[in-house]
């Protein structure tokens, strides 16, 4: 049986701590991302990572987030990228070339994206501009931005910011000046946006 070839380059990403290694391959069905801030997460049920369980074996990765068709390690402030960066990318080549799986079979089973008809039309507008507009820019940079809850009333979108965003330094630059520019533009129910949980 023939294997096929795997390549895993890097990206740099806008936060320093945080490092995109691409694969030629799609990790994720289209349209999830899963964000591992701890070993302890990556065991989880529905979301269970055996790979994100293994980098966490590596003493600087802080946060894995696995996405599209690239992994983003957020590694501690005590060592730089050149001291770690080859040995990570080796170990991820080596993971695939020995066909380990990336998530537990239960996780892709209960993550498939289904457009919820109770979402309100205004809700509906603004997981479409995130889907369209933001997901493939932030992506390009190693994170994600997700829909997490609208208040009606107060016109304010929360969301949730993964991978290389969560952290970095310009998040909040590119949630004021970038997301919430572009929803209050497309959807004149939005009044602002702030990030849940940072």
Known sequence: MLS??????????????????????????????????????????????PLASDLFQFPHVQRVFIASNFITITKDDAVAWEEVLRDTKQFIKIYFEEN????????????????????????????????????????????????????????????LLQGSCSGCPSSTLTLKAGIENLLTRMVPDVKEVVAEGV
Do not use: C, W
């Open 4 to 49: 096929r070839p795997i390549f895993v380059y890097t990206e740099l990403s806008p936060n320093p701590n945080s490092m995109k290694f691409v694969l030629n391959f799609e990790l994720v069905p289209d349209g999830l991302s899963f964000d591992y801030p701890s070993v302890e997460s990556t065991l989880l049920e529905g979301s269970a990572s």
């Open 100 to 159: 380990h799986p990336v998530f537990a079979e239960k996780t892709i089973e209960k993550n498939t994206v289904i457009v919820d008809s109770r979402d309100s039309d205004t809700i509906q507008k603004i997981k479409a501009a995130l889907d369209t507009y933001v997901r493939p820019a932030v992506e390009s940079d190693g994170g994600a931005i997700n829909f997490h809850s609208f208040n009606e009333e107060s016109g304010v979108v929360k969301v």
